[in-house]
């Protein structure tokens, strides 16, 4: 392993995060089976008291996942430098079989986080705790993901050797591993344009009909989650290319560099926060009917809606204008 | 102000007053949690800067170099080779090196004594680096004697002293004529010590590389690449098990500030207690908490890293360098470049604040549900 002050960081934050989680949802797990809110025993109030805990031992593991999903990202891109062929972060994620389900598990439990703060501002609407099942089976789900990425994580930083200066021969051990980024291109840009700009298109459609209708929350959850996916694809495809200015520049990474201006950070931020308000609609979709919350709710879902259509916008202007103006036509 | 942000506005001013009350006791967790995030920014930064001195003294030197391995021990390498590499496809040049370690007994350490072709160095002159100068106590015009292989000495007069901008490279380097190398080193005419060779095209490297193995079997090619990615893995290595030796000052400091969590006085409890019973939520006694712990971690963050800083590029981190920059005698005086950039200061946020805050989550809660009836009845 590798010995490196970012690694060191992101273990310690997989394994608190996974620590805060796997205690959250054990008290979780004891309210949903002792829970009882027409009960006034003491069982229930101590139970009560537990949810609050809950929610701040969830919030901070949640804030950290985040920070972490781009922290381990910086770290890979740092660590380039030490594997031969390696020119950013997707090389080194390449280096190793863990490196990607890494990234991709920290991506899904980042989203899933998301949602459940979207659950819980929720359930904190009402006052009867209207979504506390939901919000804590949710909980049962997470804590397992993240104890799974802490693992793979450190199975991948495990596995990471450096590729240095032996005293026998130099030069030649980078030989059989040429072009490690190669397999990165993704689909062909005369299929992922289409659907990507078609599926803004009908996500816009559908946010105008549920603003006027107030119908269809579950599609539109499932279209804002179909973008999100094919936004991420095209951006590998062919948004990317126009960024950098380069035909054969598939990298999902290099976005986050300085010589970008940072876009990625708009661009990635745009994209997550799109997706945890858009699937937000359709989490909480079945409880509008609650007594406590049919007069909060459907004004809450409206604001998710617009905030999602909102930054899948900002996302699709920043990467067409970008792709317009592009001195690189495709 | 929308009332919500009024809200948490007056929650954090509350905050502050309370924290202002017990002064003694959130000072002594402030030291303790600045000195903590002191230490650890020190050590990201000047491995951070170190990383960036190499790669700024590595980008003057030679794509490639060729050295002759005899069964694992470096020889000399034949002068005809560096003709046959040139011809290669792909080459645009080759120049010979001449250079040897010559140890100095009077002092103790190493010195690099490198061969220089310049009208303006007499045979019997050199030109030495600052740190030579410093060591050997000598001046411009002042005379050298080193011993040469066979235990003559050998005299030189001090010719130049190299300027100071190169210390980082020079400082332990001393140059003088071709002959002068030969006859100190013991050094064959028609070698060389290794040879430095330039490529057109940087992607060509490695088959340049495995060209010249393939043709000299004893030849070592070592590229440029090879040593930053070995100084970074060095220095990183060296950074990180700082850090692992640090862990546990960070291990105890967890303990002090869980410790400080839970240990409520009467005079706290008895508080809460009232602000409970005029109204005040448990969640806004965990907010509050919150804000107690955002304001002495965000203090001794900044605080620590700007103490950090000026340690580092201005004391040019006096606490450590011996233990990270190497182990040689004659070190180079100098002034590290400032470079600090959001990466480091995510990371040490995750090694510094992030179990701070993890360790008083609970001890927070446990406060915020203090029953009112019992705390102002104790």
Redesign the interface.
């Known amino acids: 392993m590798i010995q490196h002050p970012g690694i060191l960081a992101l273990l310690l934050a997989s394994a608190l995060v996974g620590l805060l989680l796997a205690g959250a949802a054990a008290l979780g797990l004891r309210i949903l089976q002792g829970w009882d809110l027409r009960s006034g025993s003491e069982k229930q109030l101590a139970l009560e008291r537990r949810t609050y805990l809950v929610s701040s031992l969830v919030a901070t593991a949640l804030g950290v996942q985040m920070l972490s999903l781009f922290l381990f990202i910086f770290t890979a891109d740092d660590l380039q430098g030490q594997f031969v062929g390696a020119m950013c972060a997707a090389g080194s994620l390449a280096v190793h079989a863990f490196g990607y389900p890494t990234l991709l598990l920290k991506l899904a439990t980042s989203l899933l986080a998301g949602l459940w703060l979207v659950l819980h501002r929720t359930d904190l609407q009402g006052y009867d705790y209207p979504l506390i099942r939901a919000k804590y089976g949710l909980l049962l789900l997470l804590a397992p993901l993240a104890l799974v990425e802490a693992w793979l994580q450190f199975r991948y930083f495990s596995g990471l050797k450096a590729d240095v200066m032996t005293s026998c021969c130099g030069a030649l051990f980078g030989q059989g591993r040429q072009g490690i980024a190669a397999g990165l291109a993704g689909l062909p840009p005369r299929v992922a344009q289409p659907l990507f700009w078609s599926l803004l298109g009908a996500l816009t459609l559908m946010g105008c009909a549920w603003l006027r209708w107030r119908r269809g929350a579950w599609l539109f959850s499932l279209l804002s989650l179909g973008y999100f996916i094919a936004a991420l694809v095209s951006l590998v495809s062919f948004f990317g290319l126009y960024i950098y200015a380069l035909p054969t520049h598939h990298c999902p990474f290099c976005l986050l560099h300085r010589e970008h201006g940072f876009v990625g950070y708009v661009l990635y931020g745009a994209l997550l926060g799109g997706v945890v308000a858009g699937m937000g609609v359709g989490a909480v979709a079945p409880f509008q009917n609650r007594a406590s919350l049919n007069q909060a709710l459907p004004r809450m879902q409206a604001r998710w809606v617009i905030a999602s259509l909102g930054l899948a916008w900002l996302f699709a202007l920043i990467v067409g204008l970008w792709a317009w103006l592009s001195p690189l036509k495709l | 102000m929308r009332p919500p942000l009024q809200r948490l506005r007056n929650i954090l001013d509350f905050a502050l007053a309370s924290l202002s009350r017990r002064k003694g006791r959130n000072l002594s967790l402030l030291g303790v949690y600045t000195l903590v995030v002191f230490i650890l920014a020190s ?2 930064f000047f ?1 951070q800067a170190l990383k960036g001195e190499a790669r700024a003294l590595l980008a003057q030197a030679p794509d ?1 170099v060729v050295q002759r ?1 005899v069964a ?1 021990r470096h020889d000399p390498i034949d002068l005809g080779r560096a003709q046959a590499i040139e011809e290669m496809r792909g080459v645009s040049g080759v120049r010979p090196r001449l250079w040897g370690y010559y140890y100095d007994p009077i002092y103790g350490g190493n010195l690099t004594v490198m061969a220089v072709e310049d009208a303006e160095l007499p045979n019997d002159a050199l030109w030495v680096g600052q740190g030579v100068a410093r060591n050997l106590r000598v001046k411009q015009g002042d005379m050298i004697t080193l011993r040469a292989y066979d235990g003559l000495p050998m005299l030189f007069t001090v010719q130049k002293v190299l300027s100071d901008a190169s210390e980082l490279i020079s400082a332990d380097l001393v140059l003088m004529s071709q002959s002068n190398v030969r006859a100190l080193f013991a050094m064959r005419e028609g070698t060389a010590t290794d040879l430095a060779v330039d490529v057109g095209n940087a992607r060509e ?2 088959t340049i ?2 060209k010249i ?1 393939e043709r000299f079997p004893d030849a ?4 440029k ?6 100084y ?3 220095f ?2 060296r ?3 700082m ?2 030796v640090l862990a546990s000052a960070i291990l105890s400091f967890v303990i002090f500030a869980w410790d400080k969590a839970t240990g409520l006085s009467a005079e706290e409890r008895r508080e809460i207690g009232i602000l409970k019973s005029i109204g005040w939520e ?2 806004d006694i ?1 907010l509050l908490k ?1 804000w107690e712990g955002a304001v002495v971690s965000l203090t001794a963050f900044l605080a620590g890293t700007l103490l950090a800083y000026v340690h580092v590029f201005f004391f040019s981190a006096s606490l450590f360098d011996h233990a990270l920059r190497g182990w040689s005698i004659l070190f180079p005086r100098y002034r590290l470049a400032p470079s600090v950039d959001a ?1 480091q200061l ?2 040490l ?3 510094t604040v ?2 701070y ?2 360790a008083t ?2 001890p ?2 446990r406060a ?2 203090v029953d009112p009836d019992t705390a102002m009845r104790s």
């Open positions: 050590l990201i491995v490639m391995m694992g490297l490695p590389a495995a193995v070592r090619p070592i590229l690449s090879e040593i930053l990615r070995t970074e893995a060095v990183d290595w950074g990180g098990l850090v692992v448990s969640g965990l919150t990466y995510v990371i946020f995750v090694l992030l179990p805050t993890v989550l609970v927070s809660w915020a549900m």
